[in-house]
């Protein structure tokens, strides 16, 4: 795997092992740190960060919950991200922006209280390929649903990408692998279907794309957007509503997205075959409209900047 040879912390570029935490930091005990993923990818026109203010906003958002103040601002950040991104030498890219509760080593305070702790912001950059594999986004994957529930949104802000928060994704992933499957699907306290460990879900069924409110305890995600805009943009009806367990055995077509997963097709859940075991036509729509403007061949829809290019270029017209 190819890692940057620096990381940006708190306006600086230190070398990457240089990038270290004291064991008795607040973030290592009690979870304290909200973070972002974000892709880097090759265009024709050169390298492009995907949807960056988006992503960053969020992080900031995350932070406000949990009354972390970065002390930078959204446009310093992007810039930050762009700079370390561009001196890193990799064409494309993840990209994980961090903001930790550290260790006040003048006065260290060791229980829940946060407050007491400095907060540092972090960005690191590496490659990293198909979350699911390459071969996952034709062919589809096995999914189960897990028997963890997904937490709910008074007790962790299912709003905030908190590292807690990815305690209950690691169940949910850890039973999937363990029972011989590539994903896990989360029910809500309720027993509605919320989302995967770590993607948003998307059914399909006569035409028709449905989703999980944002109300369901899921993440707001950056590529769960971007597919609702794109689908509305074809004219496929979008439904955000809720999902019972079996209607994932009766869809037609399902699909995760995420940053990481980006749009990947679900062949089987709990190993009952979902439509025709395959991707389906509406899935395969929708990812080659992504694609087409992640690779700057299209404009976004309403010809919104999604790009951010690590050189000044400029996005396809429509």
Known sequence: MNVASKIWKNGEMIDWDDARIHIMSHVVHYGSSVFEGIRCYKTANGSAVFRLREHIQRLFNSAKIYRMDAKFTVDEICDATVELVRDS????CYIR???IR???EDKPAFGVNPFPNPIDSYIAVWQWGKYLGEEALETGIDVCVSSWTR??????PSMAKAGANYMNSQLIKMEAILGGFSEGIALDDRGY?????????????????????????????ITRDTVIQIARELGIEVVETTVQRAALYLADELFF??????????RSVDRITVGAGKRGEVTKRLQEEFFKIIR???????NAPWLTFLKEQKTVAA
């Open 97 to 99: 922006p961090l903001i």
């Open 89 to 92: 030498g990799l064409e494309e």
């Open 151 to 156: 937490i709910t949104s008074n007790s962790l």
């Open 257 to 266: 997205t995420g940053t990481a997963a980006e749009i990947t097709p679900i």
């Open 296 to 302: 700057n061949e299209r404009p976004a829809p309403k």
């Open 193 to 221: 279907v919320s989302e995967g460990s770590g993607e948003n879900l998307f059914l399909v069924n006569d035409g028709k794309l449905i989703t999980p409110p944002l109300g369901a305890a899921i993440l707001p995600g």
């Open 102 to 104: 550290g260790l006040n």
